[in-house]
Structures are given as C-alpha cells and as structure tokens.
C-alpha cells in the first residue's frame, strides 16, 4: 500500500513509525538508492509528518492541508531548509552550507539547522545531490553530524554510501531504499502520462533496475536507437570505437548546450555499456541473462567469441564504472568518452591467459 502516494518503500514507513513511537528518532540520516526511486520525495514527506501542525509525529500520516503542511509542500516553511546542486555546478557549493565568505557560518544550512525552530517541533534539513559532496564540503557538515543541535533531523539523500566520506557515513544512520518493482514503475509511467501505453511501460520498466528517471532517459527515442547500435558493436570482438565515439558525441550534444545536461547523457550512454558488461559477466559465469531480448542477443552473439573470460567482462564493466566516476568528478566530457571506448575496444578479442599476464 502506497505511502501518501508514495509507492515502494512502506518498509521505511515502519521503520520511522517505530522509531518515532519509541522517542528514539535519529538526528542525521543517509537516504541511499538508485535514482529516481523517490528518496527526495519520501524526505519531504518526512518533513511535512515532522513539522505537520494537527497530528502527532509518531503517526507518520501529516494532514496535508494545515499552513505548516503546505508550507512544506511549498519548501516555504522556515523550519525546513533544503539544498540540492545547481545544475551549473559540479560540486554543491560552500555558500550553501556554511554560507559566503563574508556571512561565513552566519548563513547556509548548518547555521539555518543550529537555530531554535520558529513554527514546528523540529528542524529539518535535506541535502539533495550528497554524491556531489567535494571533501571540503563534506568536511563542514562534520561539526554539525558530531554535534547535532536538539529537535534537528539532517537528512542526506545519494545513490550509494560508498560516494560518502568514511567520517559522515559513521555518523548518519543509513537508510537504504531499494529500486521500485516493475509494476509500480509502470504504474507510475502510466500515471504520470510519461508513456504513451501500458505496454510500453511494462518494456521501460523492465530495464530500468527500478528507477523512474531512468526509464523516463530510456523513453526517449535517440537514446533508444543508439543503444541498438551500441550493443551491435559491443556484441562483435572489434567494436569501431571511432564510429561509437562520433554516434554517441552527436546524442550527448543533442542534450542541450548545459554541461549537466550533457554529462547526465554521457553518463547514462556510459551505463548502457554497464548493463551489457554486467550481463556479459553472468554469461561468462554460466549464470542466466537478464534484461530484454535485444540485450540477451547481443550478450549471447558476443558470448560465441568472447575470449577475455570472466576477468576480461569484468574489466570492461571496471571501466565503465571508472567513466562514470570521472564524468562526476568533471573530466572534461570528450576525454572521457574517447579513453574510455579505446579501453573498451583494447580490451575486446583479448585472450584470457594474456589479459591474466597484464594485470596479475
């Protein structure tokens, strides 16, 4: 049953419920799934069960219609503070933290938590974008994790823990959100009118590992044709990393003149290649195929040649990864595509007994 709407994570629900019931509400938290499964949304419906002005807190089930509510439906409330990335930015800036430097730790959400609350029982605060957390940034928050000002929730929302310093995962208790089933996720596609049938949803959902913004890339046709083609050159033992890196520079430019949204492109065509590698790997392991028929038949063509064994599958996925990280960690685009097909291509046709050699 959904959650005010909010479908898949009623697990969590509970677990807050139980919590709040005991008094015994954490002071800062990390939220931690795949995109688009609804941490943000489930984190500002937190907020308004919080700081909602006609029920209790432990109920988890805020009125919707008090003006502490709608205020934070609105992000109005002064009692909730949020910061997310902006969308120019590679790193969440100083500024919103511990404010500018002339207003340093007179303004920005750790001055904003440290203050008594105006209206509600709490403070609360959110950090959208934690991946994209530099260490100087993360090492602001630290003083606020270790001593957290009373009747104050930080909450931090990111795809993964391991994207965390060790000093601020110790201190925040982790709250893990897992992707949404298939049928909620089409459910959603078909209800938000993201989709144009349910036929289609069900094949969106299928491939998108649970995740709402991931299916929503997938919809888009470009994106769509070039993940055929793709999975046609990764499927043979010579893909023409040339030709890859032209088709899929034209799709990224094709996001937008941003740099985010062009790295956001980049990074999904990257994963693309992820799932095929990942899939690859349970091939070379004797494990079963997942993932839509166009997938299983590359996976099965390049299966009947594939040489490298389950070192060299795991390499390529390896490096997948790596791209990815360096697109976050704003290597210059063009760059990081071409390197990283190269690598791809290097890798391909390579006998197992020599890769074995190279890296032991």
Known sequence: MAWHGILGHDDVV????????????????????????????????LAQALLCGTRPEEAMDPCRQCPSCLQVQAQTHPDLYVVSKPP??????????????????????????????????????????????????????????????PRSVLILITTS????????????????????????????????????????????????????????ELA???????????????AGPHPDSIRLAQAAWSLVQEAGSEASARRARLRRVIQLAADFYRQLLRHTAGMGVAGDEALGRAVQRAGEWWQAGQLGAAACL???????????????????????????????????????????
């Open 14 to 45: 509970e677990q807050f419920r139980r919590a709040l019931g005991r008094g015994r509400l954490a002071s800062s938290f990390l939220f931690a799934g795949p995109e688009g499964v609804g941490k943000r949304t489930f984190a500002l419906k």
């Open 88 to 149: 120019d930015k590679s790193f969440l800036p100083l500024e919103l933290l511990i404010g500018d430097k002339e207003h340093r730790m007179r303004q920005g959400l750790c001055h904003s938590i440290g203050l008594k609350p105006f209206l509600g029982r709490r403070k609360v605060a959110i950090i959208d974008d934690a991946d994209f957390l530099n260490p100087e940034g993360a090492n602001c928050l630290l003083k606020t994790l270790e001593e957290p000002p």
């Open 318 to 360: 390896d490096r997948c990864l790596e791209a990815v990280d360096q697109l976050d960690r704003n290597t210059n685009q063009a760059a990081v595509l071409e390197c990283w097909l190269t690598e791809l291509a290097d890798i391909h046709g390579r006998p197992a007994p020599v890769y074995r050699e190279r890296v032991g």
């Open 220 to 234: 888009e046709r470009p994106l769509w044709e070039f993940r055929s083609a793709l999975y046609v050159q990764l």
């Open 161 to 216: 823990p391991a994207k965390q310093l060790p000093t601020i995962r110790s201190r925040c208790q982790l709250i893990r959100f897992q992707g949404l089933a298939e049928d909620q996720l089409a459910e959603l596609l078909v209800g938000r009118q993201l989709v144009g049938n349910r036929e289609e949803a069900r094949r969106l959902a299928a491939l998108s590992e649970g995740g709402l913004h991931r299916a929503i």
